[in-house]
């Protein structure tokens, strides 16, 4: 049934392709063994798994992480109830909106719509996951940073890093009494409103309690305070405490190579996950077909919790390969557990006990023939 979501295959197609199973037995165990709290919990232990491998190490210590949203498209009884972004065509879709931390673990991941702004649920996914990671810095492109969520991102201990496009188009907001200097005068904006965020920093308190006990989810407040016509007490406070935070970070940013450097590569290992994403969700053109949100959520999970299975597998055996081979961690590190040319995602699935390896035990490394040889 995981795999059947995890490359949107479905159950109808997926008793075809297995031998011993009907339908019937697949709609069962989907029924009663598929939720979103198992999806959770089965992630949860797969990235713990991966995070004990030595070579994970190398890419990271686990504590930076960066999030973005893919776009995939609806089709049939889908595209009824799905958006269009004029950004990203004509066709209506869905996006997948997915956190990865540096070791290349993606621990969590949710479906929004694909004309929702992903900002509000940056937070989300660093506060409701089950996985025992320790963020500190969090990556994002310009879709996931706003003012509302540099606001909140101190207040639960994290460090906000967004790579924001044109950054000089942006101002600096400072506080009374300061002055910018002659070579940032021109970036220089409003100033901060410090009597409103001491009039509202009771109400600021009692908002990231709510958020951080479960009460409210941090992505529901977020389109709450962001969509009131009128700009409410709360909503203006938390926008002058982000307005605080992004000035800091815009002046880190422009002063800080090794920081440009970190959102970049967090960046990076993002999107090359969403290429291995989309390989796996090849079929139906790769569309999603679901009318139900539930079911939506579930190909979201099984996609990455087939992901998370691919990272854990290949750096296994990337692991092995490398003991064998003799090759040094700084060449290692550069390595990305991302790949798929050795797995086949099509054909019949067989699912015969008695070939699998014992358990810890690994299968015997596949040496390629050289393609300079008769």
């Given at each position: 049934m995981i795999l059947a979501d995890g490359i949107n295959l479905g159950l109808t197609r997926m008793a075809d392709t297995c031998q011993g199973a009907t339908l019937r037995q697949l709609a069962h165990l989907h029924d009663w063994h598929i939720s979103e709290a198992g999806y959770a919990e089965a992630l949860g232990r797969m990235v713990a798994a991966h995070r004990g491998l030595p070579l994970a190490s190398l890419w990271g210590d686990g504590t930076s992480s960066s999030s973005d949203g893919q776009l995939f498209h609806a089709g049939g009884r889908g595209a009824a109830i799905s958006d269009i972004n004029a950004r990203n065509g004509s066709e209506p879709g869905v996006s997948f909106y997915t956190h990865i931390s540096d070791q290349y673990d993606p621990f969590s991941t949710r479906v929004i719509a694909a004309t929702a702004g992903e900002a509000p649920y940056v937070l989300d996914?660093?506060?409701?996951?089950?996985?025992?990671?320790?963020?500190?810095?969090?990556?994002?492109?310009?879709g996931g940073?706003?003012?509302?969520?540099?606001?909140?991102?101190?207040?639960?201990g994290y460090r906000f890093a967004p790579r924001i496009r044109d950054l000089k188009e942006r101002k600096l907001h400072l506080f009374p009494g300061q002055h910018p200097g002659e070579l940032l005068g021109g970036m220089a904006g409003d100033l901060i409103n410090t009597n409103h965020i001491v009039e509202h920093w009771d109400d600021l308190l009692r908002l990231v309690t709510s958020i951080r006990s479960g009460t409210v989810t941090a992505s529901a407040m977020l389109r709450k305070l962001g969509s009131y016509p009128r700009q409410n007490g709360l909503a203006v406070a938390l926008r002058e405490v982000g307005r605080i935070e992004r000035s800091i970070f815009m002046l880190d940013w422009i002063q800080d190579l090794d920081l440009r450097r970190r959102t970049q590569a967090g960046l990076n290992k993002g999107e090359a996950r969403n290429a291995l994403a989309r390989a796996l969700f090849f079929n139906q053109l790769g569309e999603l077909r679901d009318r139900r949100f539930e079911n939506q959520a579930y190909r979201a999970s099984g996609l990455n919790l087939l992901v998370a299975a691919v990272i854990l597998w290949n750096t296994r055996y990337l692991q092995s390969a490398i003991t064998t081979l003799g090759i040094s961690d700084d060449l290692a590190q550069h390595i990305a557990p991302l790949g798929w040319e050795h797995i086949s995602l099509t054909g019949d699935y067989r699912w015969n006990v008695d070939e699998q390896p014992e358990a810890g035990a690994l299968r015997p490394l596949r040496v390629p023939a050289s393609l300079l040889v008769a």
């Open positions: 996914g660093l506060l409701y996951h089950a996985n025992g990671l320790s963020i500190e810095e969090h990556y994002t492109d310009t940073a706003s003012d509302h969520v540099f606001g909140l991102m101190p207040f639960f």
